[in-house]
C-alpha cells in the first residue's frame, strides 16, 4: 500500500488513516480511539518505521508510551492527557498545543511543543528534554529527579503558573517570560515549594517563591548551561537567543537537600 | 535542656551467668551495653534500650533479661505512662512523635471477634491430609459472562478473552516494604520466598533493585506519589503493577525517607542523590479524582501493552465503599484496602493511631458495595494491614477478600519483635535498617526458608480449617459470610460485617 506521501498533515482528511513510505508513516489520528491509535504506533514502531506524522489528533491519549526506538512523532492538532508518559526515547514534535501531564514520569527523549502546556508538564520526569513555546499550567516540573547523568530538562517559553517546581528533587527547569510586556514579574506563587534538589533560572522576576527556595545569582557554570538551553529552544522556534539572554535571570535553588529533617521528636 | 523523658526498659544482667563475652555489646546498634576494661565489668545504659531482645536471644548464658522500667509514673486510665512520654518528648524537640509498625492499641480488633464455622453430621468434614484442597487463587478482572464454542475434535474452548490474572498457589503475599525502609537482604528474602510458594512480594515505593529483576514473575512493583524508582524497564519487570494511593498507618499522608538512609545503594534504586530526603507527596499530583485515577491506570496499561493487572492500593478510610467503586469502574484489576493496624517503617504517633478504620469493617463494606453495584467481579479484592494468623487469613477471605497482604507478620518471621523503632534506621534484626554492618544479620537463603516455612503453616492451617467445615477450595469461602459468626458485637457491627450473631 505505498502511496504518495503527503508531506503535511494540514490538507483536512486523509482518504487512507494509515500513509507508509520507506521508514515514513503518516496516520490521521480522525475517529480512532486512543488505544487503537497507540497500538498502531506501537507496531510501527516494532517495524522498523523510524519518523510518523498524525494529523487530526483530538485529545488522544498517552502518546510515546512504550515505544521502544528512537521514533521521530510529529503530531498535528491537540494531544490529550500523559503526552509521553513514561516515555523511553521517542522525540515528539506537537504543532498545537498540549493537555495536562505532559512527559509524564518521562524517563528519556524530546518533546517539542508549538503552543502552551496544561498543569503537570514533567511530572516527576527523570530524563529527557521538554520545550513548551508558550504558557504552561500549574505544578509544573513537580517531583522532577536526577540521578547521575539523567538529568531532565524543562524550558517554558512564556509564563507557569503557581507551584511551579514543587518537591523539585533535580533537574533543570527555564522559565523565560517571551510574552510578558513590559517589566517580567512571574505571578506564580508558592514557586519551589517543598524543593530539595534541581535547580530553576527565572528570566525577570518571581512574586512569591516557597519557604524551601533561595534566590541567587547564575554562577559562571550557570550561564553556560542556561545558553546552551535557550540556544537550544531558539532554534525550535526560530528566535533570538542573544537578545533573550541580555535580561537578568535569577537562579532559584534549594535551602537544604533535607527541608523536613527536624520535624519529628524521636 | 534536661530530659524529663524516663528510659522505658531497665536491662538487667545476672552476674553469674555472665561471661563478660561482649556480644550484647555487638550485638546492639542502640549503644545500650559497653564493657569496662579497667574493672572487667559490663554495664548497661537503660536508656538506650528498645527492648528488641536481640540481645537477650544472643546472649550465650541467658544472662540478659529486659523489663518495663517499674518506674511508672502514677497509673492512670487518662494520662497513661505513653500519653506523658509523648507530651515530654515534643516539649523537649517541638517535633512530630514517629513510631513504627501498625497500630497498638487493643480496641480496634474484630477479627478476634469473628468465629469459623464447622461441620458436625450434616456435612461431612474433609481430611485435607488425604484429600485434594485448593487454595489457589487468581488476581484480577472477571469477565461478566463466558463465550464457550464447541469446536469438532477440540472440544470446547474459551471464546472469552480474559484480562491478565496473577496465579497464586495459597491466598497470601508479602505486602509493600520499599526497599530503604527495609534491607537489601529483607527484600531478597521475600522474593526468594514469594517464588518458592507460588504466590507474589510487593516492591513498595522504593524501586527494584537490580539483582532482583529476575524474580520479577514474583514481584508487584509499586508505583507510588515519589514515582521512585519508576521507569519503563520496571514496569515491565513486574508480574503486576500497584498504584499506592495510600497505606493503613497512615491515611492521607505521604512518607518521607531520612536523607541518613538514603545510602549509595539506595540512591541506585530509587534514583536520586545520595543523602537527600526521599519525599512521597501526601497526594500523586497528577491523581485528584477519580477520572484521574483512570487515566494513570490507563498511562500503566498502555505502558506495558495491556499485559499486567493494576491494583490500586488504599488506607481503609470512612468511604471506603464508595472510593472502592469508583477504583472498580477507573478500570482497576484490583482493589488494595490496607487497615487502620496495617504497618509502616515511619508515621506520626498521632496518625497511626487515630486515622482510619479497621480493615475487618472496610473489607466487609466494599465487598457488599461492589456486589450490590453488580461489579465485583470486575476487580479483585486484596485486604492488607493487621492479619496476624492464618485464621484473620480465612475469616477476611469469608468477608469477600480474594487474598490478603502480610507485612508484620513477614517480618515477625525474620526475627522482628515490633519494638515500634523502624523510623530509627537501627534495626539490631537488621531488617529496617540499610547499615550494611545491620544488613547483614539477614541471611536470605535462611530468610526465605523461614518467610517460606510461615506460608506453609499458614496454608496447612487453612486447609485444616476449610476440611473441617466440609469446603475443599477456597473460592467455597470466598464472600461466604455464613462460616463466619461474631459474638460481642452490636446489632449495627453485625449489620455491617453481614454475619451473624452465635448462636443464631
Redesign the interface.
Known amino acids: 500500500m505505498t502511496r504518495k506521501m503527503v508531506t503535511t498533515c494540514e490538507k483536512g482528511k486523509l482518504a487512507e488513516s494509515l500513509i507508509r513510505k520507506d521508514k515514513s508513516a503518516l496516520i490521521d489520528a480522525t475517529g480512532i480511539y486512543y488505544?487503537d491509535l497507540?497500538s498502531l504506533l506501537?507496531s510501527l514502531d516494532s517495524e522498523g518505521i523510524e519518523k510518523i506524522q498524525i494529523c487530526n489528533v483530538y485529545g488522544q491519549?498517552?502518546i510515546g508510551?512504550?515505544l521502544d526506538n528512537h521514533l521521530r512523532i510529529d503530531i498535528y492538532g491537540t494531544p490529550g492527557?500523559?503526552l509521553g508518559?513514561?516515555m523511553?526515547g521517542a522525540n515528539i514534535t506537537v504543532h498545537g498545543n498540549v493537555q495536562?501531564?505532559c512527559g509524564?514520569?518521562m524517563?528519556h527523549g524530546q518533546i517539542v511543543v508549538h503552543g502552551r502546556a496544561g498543569d503537570?508538564v514533567g511530572?516527576?520526569m527523570?530524563g529527557g528534554k521538554i520545550f513548551i513555546r508558550d504558557d504552561a499550567g500549574y505544578?509544573v516540573g513537580?517531583?522532577m529527579?536526577?540521578?547521575v547523568s539523567?538529568r531532565p530538562i524543562i524550558v517554558i517559553g512564556g509564563t507557569a503558573q503557581d507551584f511551579l517546581g514543587?518537591?523539585m528533587?533535580?533537574g533543570v527547569l527555564v522559565v523565560l517570560g517571551l510574552n510578558m510586556k513590559g517589566e517580567i514579574r512571574h505571578n506564580a506563587r508558592f514557586v519551589g515549594t517543598?524543593m530539595?534538589?534541581g535547580k530553576m533560572f527565572i528570566r525577570g522576576e518571581v512574586r512569591h517563591v516557597g519557604e524551601e527556595v533561595t534566590i541567587t545569582d547564575l554562577t559562571e557554570e550557570d550561564t553556560l548551561l542556561l545558553k546552551g538551553l535557550v540556544e537550544e529552544f531558539c532554534g525550535y522556534y526560530d528566535l533570538d537567543a542573544e537578545k533573550i539572554l541580555e535580561n537578568k535571570f535569577n537562579k532559584l535553588i534549594p535551602v537544604s537537600?533535607?527541608?523536613?529533617?527536624?520535624?519529628?521528636?524521636? | 535542656m534536661k530530659s524529663y523523658v524516663c528510659p522505658e526498659y531497665i536491662v538487667e544482667r545476672d552476674p553469674d551467668r555472665c561471661i563478660r563475652c561482649k556480644v550484647c555489646v555487638n550485638q546492639c546498634s542502640y549503644d545500650t551495653h559497653c564493657y569496662d576494661e579497667e574493672d572487667d565489668c559490663m554495664l548497661s545504659k537503660s536508656e538506650n534500650c528498645v527492648n528488641c531482645q536481640r540481645c537477650a536471644t544472643f546472649c550465650p548464658t541467658q544472662a540478659i533479661t529486659i523489663r518495663p522500667n517499674p518506674n511508672h509514673y502514677r497509673s492512670n486510665a487518662n494520662w497513661t505512662q505513653e500519653v506523658l512520654t509523648?507530651i515530654k518528648?515534643?516539649a523537649?524537640?517541638?517535633?512530630?512523635?514517629?513510631t513504627g509498625m501498625g497500630c497498638d492499641k487493643p480496641n480496634l480488633t474484630y477479627w478476634d471477634r469473628l468465629l469459623i464455622n464447622a461441620s458436625q453430621v450434616t456435612n461431612p468434614s474433609i481430611d485435607p491430609l488425604r484429600e485434594p484442597m485448593e487454595l489457589r487463587t487468581y488476581i484480577g478482572s472477571k469477565p461478566d459472562k463466558l463465550d464457550l464454542e464447541t469446536v469438532k475434535g477440540d472440544g470446547i474452548i474459551l471464546k472469552t478473552k480474559l484480562a491478565p490474572q496473577l496465579q497464586l498457589e495459597t491466598p497470601i503475599m508479602f505486602s509493600a516494604m520499599s526497599y530503604g525502609s527495609i534491607s537489601i537482604n529483607v527484600h531478597k528474602s521475600l522474593a526468594r520466598a514469594a517464588t518458592e510458594a507460588g504466590t507474589f512480594y510487593n516492591t513498595g515505593e522504593g524501586g527494584l533493585e537490580k539483582s532482583l529483576y529476575k524474580y520479577g514473575d514474583h514481584v508487584i512493583v509499586q508505583v507510588a506519589s515519589?514515582?521512585f524508582g519508576?521507569?519503563?524497564d520496571y514496569?515491565d519487570a513486574g508480574a503486576a503493577i500497584e498504584i499506592k494511593i495510600g497505606q493503613g498507618a497512615k491515611p492521607g499522608i505521604g512518607g518521607?525517607l531520612?536523607?541518613e538512609k538514603v545510602t549509595e545503594e539506595i540512591?541506585?534504586t530509587r534514583?536520586?542523590?545520595l543523602?537527600?530526603?526521599a519525599?512521597s507527596?501526601a497526594p500523586q499530583?497528577?491523581i485528584y479524582s477519580i477520572e484521574d485515577l483512570r487515566?494513570l491506570i490507563?498511562?500503566?496499561k498502555?505502558?506495558?501493552?495491556y499485559t499486567k493487572p493494576v491494583f490500586v492500593k488504599i488506607a481503609a478510610v470512612h468511604n471506603a465503599a464508595a472510593i472502592a467503586s469508583g477504583i472498580v469502574r477507573a478500570g482497576a484489576d484490583a482493589v488494595v484496602l490496607d487497615g487502620i493496624r496495617g504497618g509502616t517503617g515511619a508515621a506520626p504517633r498521632i496518625t497511626r493511631d487515630n486515622v482510619g478504620i479497621p480493615i475487618e469493617m472496610a473489607l466487609a463494606a466494599v465487598d457488599q458495595r461492589l456486589r450490590d453495584e453488580g461489579i465485583r467481579n470486575k476487580a479483585s479484592v486484596i485486604a492488607a494491614g493487621g492479619i496476624k494468623s492464618s485464621a484473620d487469613v480465612l475469616k477476611a477471605i469469608a468477608l469477600g477478600a480474594d487474598a490478603c497482604y502480610i507485612a508484620t507478620a513477614a517480618l515477625v518471621s525474620l526475627g522482628c519483635t515490633v519494638c515500634q523503632k523502624c523510623?530509627?534506621g537501627k534495626c539490631p534484626w537488621g531488617i529496617a535498617t540499610t547499615d550494611l554492618w545491620l544488613t547483614k544479620r539477614i541471611n536470605p537463603d535462611i530468610g526465605a526458608k523461614r518467610l517460606a516455612g510461615l506460608l506453609r503453616g499458614w496454608s496447612l492451617e487453612i486447609m485444616e480449617m476449610m476440611g473441617g467445615m466440609g469446603i475443599n477450595a477456597i473460592e467455597s469461602v470466598r464472600g461466604n459470610r455464613l462460616v463466619l459468626r461474631g459474638v460481642g458485637l452490636t446489632d449495627k457491627e453485625l449489620e455491617i460485617l453481614g454475619v451473624r450473631m452465635v448462636g443464631d
Open positions: 488505544r497507540n506501537r491519549r498517552y508510551t512504550n492527557n500523559d508518559a513514561f523511553n495536562d501531564a509524564n514520569t524517563d503537570l511530572h516527576s527523570r505544578r513537580i517531583h529527579k536526577e540521578y539523567k514543587e518537591y528533587a533535580g517543598g530539595h534538589g537537600s533535607r527541608p523536613y529533617g527536624n520535624l519529628y521528636a524521636y | 509523648g518528648k515534643q523537649e524537640t517541638g517535633g512530630v512523635v514517629l515519589g514515582r519508576v521507569h519503563p514496569l518521607h531520612p536523607g540512591s541506585k534514583m536520586i542523590p543523602g537527600t530526603d519525599l507527596p499530583h497528577d487515566q490507563y498511562a500503566l498502555e505502558a506495558t501493552d523510623y530509627t
